[in-house]
């Protein structure tokens, strides 16, 4: 088992606007800010599409089918990290939706998902990974995470 300390810099807000599209946003976000590691502690907002992959099969990588949602979505809870990779930057961006009827789905949240009217989203923009470091992106593809 890995773990690691974060310090935060600073918490912020990103409001993501009318037809952004949240995980593009984020990471231009990140990337403008020259941001390498951030953790999203929370959001609040709506979306008009989700493109979500969950869970596929018990292989790593573990990736199921990607599959989009076109209707309105309040959502309820959004969590996950955005870091600097070997150059680049990358998230990986988890999220519960609620449709109009009080159903729930979530699952990964992919490019294409796109914000209705705003979303708000709180960084924590982290200063340090503590001794040794944890980078979020290498870790989530090991075999072992």
Known sequence: MDAAQIEFQSIVTVSVPHDGDVVLELERFAKESGVTSAVILGGVGALK???????????IPPYGKEETFEEGFEMTSIIGNIGLHEGKINSHIHVSIARKTSEVIGGSLLPGSIVYRRLQVV???????GSGGLDFCEYAKRKDA
């Open 49 to 59: 599409k989700a493109v979500l992959r969950n869970l596929g099969t018990t292989s």
């Open 123 to 129: 960084l924590g923009l982290a200063k340090s990974l």
